[in-house]
Nanobody
Framework: QVQLVESGGGLVQPGGSLRLSCSASGFAFSNYFMYWYRQAPGKERELVAH????????NYAGSVKGRFTISRVNAKNTVYLQMNNLKLEDTAVYYCKAAGAWGQGTQVTVAS
């Protein structure tokens, strides 16, 4: 079955950086778009970024454009989210999504 496992979350100060990873299995990873979502307390889950199978196309939410970078290594069945210049409002649980499945999420907390 499809499995998505996120890692790399944690506590970081404003202006800091984190890199999230999502390791995938159970489907033909290199054929699928990959998505990062996030959900902050009391808010709806929102799309942060996505990347096409061959990495040619990426798209970002306006709130993270210029600060976050999505990438993938198909040989490793892994998608990444590099997050720079983190802000308090980036605090959320970050989820990976693909092939109709969600990961369990990884907590990112930005606090001084």
């Amino acid at each position: 079955q499809v499995q998505l496992v996120e890692s790399g979350g944690g506590l970081v100060q404003p202006g800091g950086s984190l890199r999230l990873s999502c390791s995938a299995s159970g489907f033909a990873f290199s054929n699928y778009f990959m998505y990062w979502y996030r959900q902050a307390p009391g808010k709806e889950r929102e799309l942060v970024a996505h990347i096409s199978p061959g990495s040619r196309d990426t798209n970002y939410a306006g709130s993270v454009k210029g600060r976050f970078t999505i990438s993938r290594v198909n040989a490793k069945n892994t998608v990444y989210l590099q997050m720079n210049n983190l802000k308090l409002e980036d605090t959320a649980v970050y989820y990976c999504k693909a092939a109709g499945a969600w990961g369990q999420g990884t907590q990112v907390t930005v606090a001084s």
